[in-house]
């Protein structure tokens, strides 16, 4: 282990970090917004729909992360419906292929938490806003999202980690975050093993940020 050379791998690294935390947040917006109604149409049982969406969440949790960004990335633009689209201009961009990739997945997962979170609410306590005249708005504001959120809230952290440490697949389409960084340094200085050990607690700092702002989140809800 060569310390010094570890040390100065670190500032070449941090110029990673804000694209990986831009594939982060961008995944995890595409998965709330997506996720939502696909946990609301699997609930409800809408004729149709509600089977697009069971195949759509086994596809994306059943499938390798990797897989579906190598589908998107390099096989889309295979059809030339899609070449002459309006969205052609962003899908040839690595980048937002990459985050369409990682929204997709999470979308999957969330909409799973977002599920879990609901039927973990007793149903009596929907029974007794009904009885005391709250509106169905009045109930999912005041009785139901309070508290499926504070069931889900463990889980969704998990799967903001989860999301975290699939930004490093971005790497294999020749975006350069936190793990496409390590792979140039470890190629320039012939030292992977400092390169992707300094890379890795890199991440393993942004992890227990995010843990420690999510058990805090945790108690101030209880």
Not at 32 to 40: D, E, K, M, Q, T
Not at 161 to 188: C, D, F, P, V, Y
Request: with cysteine.
């Amino acid at each position: 282990m060569d310390w010094s050379l570890l040390l100065s791998f670190y500032p070449k690294l941090f110029w990673g970090v804000g694209l990986t935390l831009g594939l982060l947040a961008g995944g995890l917006a595409i998965g709330v917004l997506l996720g939502a109604p696909i946990c609301r149409l699997r609930m409800h049982r809408v004729p149709g729909l509600s089977h697009a969406c069971d195949l759509y969440v086994l596809f994306f949790r059943g499938t390798p992360l990797l897989v579906q960004l190598f589908a998107i990335y390099f096989g889309l633009g295979q059809f030339e419906a899609v070449r002459e689209s309006f969205a052609w201009p962003l899908l040839r961009e690595a980048w937002f292929c990459a985050v369409l990739a990682l929204g997709l997945n999470s979308a999957a997962f969330t909409s799973e938490i977002m599920r879990g979170g609901v039927l973990g609410v007793e149903r009596a306590q929907l029974e007794a806003a009904a009885a005391y005249g709250f509106s169905p708005l009045q109930t999912l504001r005041l009785v139901l999202l309070p508290q499926a959120l504070r069931i889900a809230l463990p889980a969704y952290g998990n799967e903001i980690i989860l999301m975290l440490k699939g930004t490093a697949l971005a790497s294999t389409i020749s975006i350069m975050e936190i793990t496409g960084l390590a792979r140039k340094l470890a190629s320039q200085s012939f030292a992977p093993f400092e390169a992707f050990i300094a890379a890795g607690t890199i991440y393993l700092a942004i992890s227990i940020t995010v843990t420690g702002a999510f058990s805090a989140l945790e108690r101030r809800l209880r």
